[in-house]
C-alpha cells in the first residue's frame, strides 16, 4: 500500500511490535504501579530514542523507572549522581598516562559512565554548569569529543535525568540550550491511596518485584526499525508546524495570550521531537500512520520545557502547560474549512 508514493509499513508487523511494546508497559504496570499515563509517555521517549527529563519528589520511583526501563529493554545502564563539586571528566572519561610492558609511557583514554546506553542523571540540576555542558554534544550527537578525539557512544543512548522541582538551594537552574535536547519534561506525582495501599501492603521495604521478561538486541533493533518506518501524512506535519509556530509571540496569528505571556517560543526541534513522538503513539497503538490525536498526545510534554513565559504569566498563574493545551484548543487540525 502506498500513499503520495511513501510505503506504509505492513500493518501485521506493526501490529506485532505494538504488541512487543504492551508487553513491557504491562510489566512496567505490573512493577511499579499506579502511573500508566507516565510508563506510556517514557516507553514513547525510548521508542522516539529521545531523553526525557523526569521532574518530582524525591522518593516517588523516578530512578527505579529509569532501571526498570535499563532491564525490560535489555540496555546497559549507568548512574551518575550530580553533585556541585562533580566535574566533565567523571561522566566523560578522562586520559591517564599509563606505562606499558616496554616500559615506554602514553596517555589511554579510560571511558566514563556516559559510555552506556541509558544514563540516569539523577538531580541533574545540582551539577554545575560547567559539568551540565559536558552532556550537550553527547545528548545532540551522540559522540564525546576529548583532547581533539571524537568517539561515538552505544547506539542506542539516551539521557533520563532527575530533578527535585522544590528544592532549589545549591542547584543550577538547567541552560534552555540543554532543555531543548529533551524530548519530554514529564511531572513524576505523588501516589494515592490505592497504590499506596498496594505498596505498603505486598513489597517489604518498598522494593520493587524483579522484571520477568527483557528485549533481546534484535527485538530492539526490529522496533527501531519500524518506528523509521511509520508515516508521518502531510497534513498531519502541517499541523505540527503550525503548532510550534502558534507558540511564538512574533507569529501573526498566535493567540492572544502567547503574545502576551510568552518571551520566546519553541524551536524547530520542538517540531522534530513532536512529529518522531507522534510516530511512537502510532506504533504503540499499532497504526502504520501517524493521526492528529497521536500530536495531540504528546505536544504538551514535548513542548512544556521549550517555550519561555515572562513575567507577567507569573502574575496570572499561567503555568506552560494551560497555555499549550489553549494552543491546541485554537489551532485547527486542517486549514480546510
Known amino acids: ?197 498496594t505498596i505498603i501492603s505486598s513489597r517489604r521495604r518498598g522494593e520493587p518485584p524483579k522484571t520477568e521478561f527483557c528485549f533481546s538486541e534484535a527485538e530492539l533493533k526490529e522496533l527501531f526499525d519500524i518506528m523509521e518506518e511509520i508515516y508521518l501524512p502531510n497534513a498531519v506535519a502541517d499541523y505540527i508546524a503550525r503548532l510550534v509556530c502558534a507558540t511564538s509571540p512574533t507569529n501573526s496569528s498566535s493567540i492572544k495570550e502567547v503574545k502576551d505571556f510568552v518571551q520566546y517560543g519553541a524551536s524547530p526541534r520542538a517540531a522534530i521531537a513532536v512529529s518522531e513522538a507522534a510516530r511512537a503513539i502510532a506504533l504503540i497503538e499499532g497504526r502504520p500512520s501517524v493521526g492528529f490525536e497521536d500530536v495531540q498526545k504528546v505536544f504538551v510534554p514535548a513542548l512544556n520545557h521549550r517555550i519561555l513565559l515572562n513575567y507577567k504569566a507569573r502574575f496570572e498563574s499561567l503555568t506552560s502547560e494551560l497555555l499549550l493545551r489553549k494552543i491546541m484548543d485554537s489551532v485547527k487540525e486542517t486549514t480546510l474549512d
Do not use: C
Open 1 to 197: 500500500m502506498a500513499l503520495n508514493n511513501v510505503k506504509l509499513p505492513d500493518k501485521t508487523v506493526v501490529e506485532r511490535a505494538s504488541r512487543n511494546v504492551a508487553r513491557v508497559m504491562s510489566e512496567l504496570n505490573r512493577i511499579l504501579v499506579g502511573r500508566p499515563e507516565l510508563h506510556k509517555l517514557v516507553v514513547t521517549g525510548i521508542l522516539s530514542q529521545g531523553h526525557i527529563l523526569l521532574e518530582g519528589l524525591p522518593g516517588v520511583g523516578k530512578t527505579a523507572l529509569i532501571k526498570t526501563l535499563g532491564e525490560l529493554f535489555g540496555l546497559k545502564f549507568s548512574r551518575v549522581q550530580f553533585t556541585p563539586d562533580l566535574m566533565p571528566g567523571d561522566i566523560l572519561g578522562s586520559h591517564i598516562l599509563q606505562q606499558s610492558e616496554d616500559g615506554s609511557r602514553q596517555m589511554t583514554f579510560q571511558p566514563g559512565p556516559i559510555f552506556t546506553n541509558i544514563l540516569l542523571a539523577d538531580e541533574i540540576n545540582r551539577a554545575s554548569p560547567k559539568t551540565q555542558s559536558a552532556l550537550l554534544e553527547a545528548m545532540q550527537e551522540r559522540s564525546v569529543t576529548l583532547m581533539g578525539t571524537t568517539r561515538k557512544l552505544p547506539d542506542p543512548f539516551f539521557v533520563l535525568a532527575s530533578q527535585n522541582p522544590i528544592e532549589l538551594e545549591g542547584t543550577y537552574a538547567l541552560p534552555e540550550a540543554q532543555l531543548d535536547r529533551f524530548l519530554f519534561k514529564l511531572e513524576v506525582k505523588g501516589a494515592d491511596v490505592d497504590t499506596l495501599k
